[in-house]
């Protein structure tokens, strides 16, 4: 996006995009100065969105080289070809495009704006129970209409994370070992199917890329971040698979991804999750591609997600100590 | 001279005994100090305050999760005296046989820590656990107030109209869940497959089964310790309980006629373990392993005998226990004289004998292990609902 353009006048942007591009603007326009530490929880509560977008946002300029990760948390404004000094600026001071964050909302579709946020309230309960959703006091705690309540609902309904009972009332959870077996069993069918498809197209390049990544994780196992880990899984899970041009079978696939509910929350109230053998695994797999054998990293794939339904397994175990954490009061305990 | 920091053991009342405390650090010489708390509370600590203990004494159960947690150091086979005589692997004692075999996740399938991290059954040189007190518990009724005929105990009983409004239950889940479980397949109620590694599908049947019998006035109430079931069976007219060991002495000592069920479907057997932190190291470490060792010297095992429990090494124990103790509590024969708990007061006439026989009989006898099984968070859930459903 060029100097000054104006933002935010784009149809129906994802809030990566806007917070991206509201990102962008404030570096070009030289608001944000190169070796700003750009960290994800203040810009989200400057941007009022959930930290999610914000940090896709962050990752997408990355790959743009617009910010650079560097020895502390969160990134630095610049490329990274310069050693800069970490600047650490209150985000709070620097002129944010307001009215441009605005105007762009306004597009947003309504329900996109309160989507992730609802997700994530709903994911951090379902390991404690089964949770009946109101309708009315969903839609009073974000002051929107039953029509937005109804499309976000649906639209969590389509990726598997809330179902309707036989009475029609929206419920989630509760997440239990035979759901985690079974949610494994399908990803590694449909996984597996969609990485022979996608095999032929992915280049040696970005394999090699991959893998270099895989190793240097391996080096620094200690002091991954989440984000990293995120990055790590999306490159073999998602990045891989994206080649894919049977849509009906992509989006079978997105309906699958209940299960990182268990790591997340696991990482949050137990301990941090332990990822070695999920590093050798994904490195396993990337090789044989590397080595033009797909049927050996389809294989490989799948013995990986099995080993994997073990390990979520035994944490979903673990959480049973867990106190129900304090949620929503849309959400509503139901036996 | 510098002062010693203790070595700091978490765990609860039943196993971190002052008297065990004193005699540990009069031989060790070294400072120690004992937590003991509630078993829910132990375990919520030992999975989420790695820093705050040193060794773990609880459950294997409790160090499973904590396992998995990674709060725990792998414990080196080569810094435990005999190693393989404490677990009987070579000779296949009747010890290993049981933990290693049974339906559900028997303890001595998560004893060993394997090169990727995860726990089984096959020998490394590194344990999750070093076990030590284990037993064959089922449950007790008075019986000057119960017409029974010992042969045709059941854990039906628990869930029978016979003994309706005068049942107590362990609070526990895992092992209530477990202990309701055996009782409504008694019954023909519910036909488990796998009564240690229950299905959401059983579960949910199994609660609904409880919570409408809860509703009904069946159960006098809940107990979490050995006070708590001497409370229970002296303030709410109870006449039957799940029960281990400790109640059973307890109520005894306090004379009530408790006789400790042997129930024709097996036991319910359980193993406690001691494990270490994983923020030990250097001196402390040291003294970990020391008492870890110390545990296995025999007298431990002699005090925990007097409760009923049983101790990893019995040939050691054997020489810190009187011949008719021995007799008694690990070779099942009827007492030769009247025998003692560790305070002095008389628990065991002349003549009595333990029900159920020998260590090894008793062993044999064990029909499924205190288990984490797969559905363990849920079930921890769904038993809270029985618990809180109201009496009607």
Known sequence: ?335 | MRKQTPLRVLGTPDTLIEQIRLRAEQDLQFPIAFEPLDGIDVQQRAVMEPGSFDVLDHWSVTAELAWTAGTLAPIRTDRIDDCDVLLGISDNSPFWQAISNGKGTAPGRKLFVQPDGTLSKDPTGFLSMMPTVHNMDSFGYCVDQVDAVPEQESWGWLLSNRFRGRIALTAHPSIGIVEVALAAQALGLIKFNDVGNLTVDEIDRLVEVLIDLKRRGHFAGLWASTDEIVQIFEERNVILSTIWSQGIMALRARKFEIRNANPREGYRGWLDGLALSAALEGEQLDHAYRFLNWWQSGWPGSVMARYGIYTTRPDKVEKQLAPAEWAYWYAGKPASEVLFDNSGSPIVRAGQSRNGGSYETRLGAVVVWNTVMNEHNYVTRKWNEFVLALNQ
């Open chain 1, 1 to 335: 996006m060029p100097a000054n353009a104006p933002i935010g006048f784009q149809e129906r942007k994802s809030r990566k995009q806007t917070a991206a591009d509201i990102l962008s603007y404030l570096v070009d326009t030289g608001k944000l100065k190169p070796g700003t530490v750009l960290v994800e929880g203040p810009i989200a509560d400057r941007l009022g969105m959930s930290r999610m977008p914000v940090r896709e946002a962050l990752k997408l300029l990355e790959e743009k080289k617009a910010v650079h990760r560097f020895d502390g948390r969160g990134y630095l404004v610049g490329s990274g070809r310069k050693n800069l000094a970490p600047i650490r600026v209150d985000l709070r001071n620097i002129e944010w495009p307001d009215s441009a964050v605005q105007a762009d909302s306004v597009r947003l579709p309504a329900s996109d704006q309160i989507m992730a946020e609802v997700q994530d309230a709903i994911t951090a309960v379902i390991p404690f129970g089964c949770y009946r959703i109101s309708e009315t006091e969903l839609g009073m705690s974000y002051h929107v209409s039953r029509t937005v309540v109804r499309e976000t609902l649906h639209r969590l309904f389509h990726l598997g994370i809330v179902e309707k009972d036989r009475w029609s009332h929206w419920i989630a959870g509760p997440l239990t070992a035979q759901k985690c077996v079974e949610q494994y069993h399908i990803r590694a069918i449909l996984e597996a199917e969609a990485l022979q498809l996608c095999a032929p197209t992915l280049s040696r390049a970005t394999l090699r890329k991959i893998d270099i990544k895989l190793e240097k994780a391996q080096e620094n196992i200690g002091s991954l971040t989440a984000g990293q880990i995120a990055d790590i899984e999306d490159d073999l899970h998602i990045r891989c698979l994206s080649p894919i041009e049977n849509r009906s079978l992509d989006n079978l696939i997105q309906r699958c991804q209940l299960l990182l509910v268990v790591h997340r929350v696991f990482a949050d109230h137990v301990s941090t999750v332990q990822h070695a053998q999920m590093l050798l695994e994904h490195r396993t797999i990337i090789k044989h591609l590397i080595d033009n054998r797909p049927d050996d990293a389809c294989a490989a794939l799948k013995a990986h997600l099995h080993k994997a339904t073990q390990r979520t397994i035994e944490r979903l175990k673990v959480l049973s100590v867990v106190r129900l954490p304090d949620h929503p009061g849309y959400l509503k305990p139901f036996h």
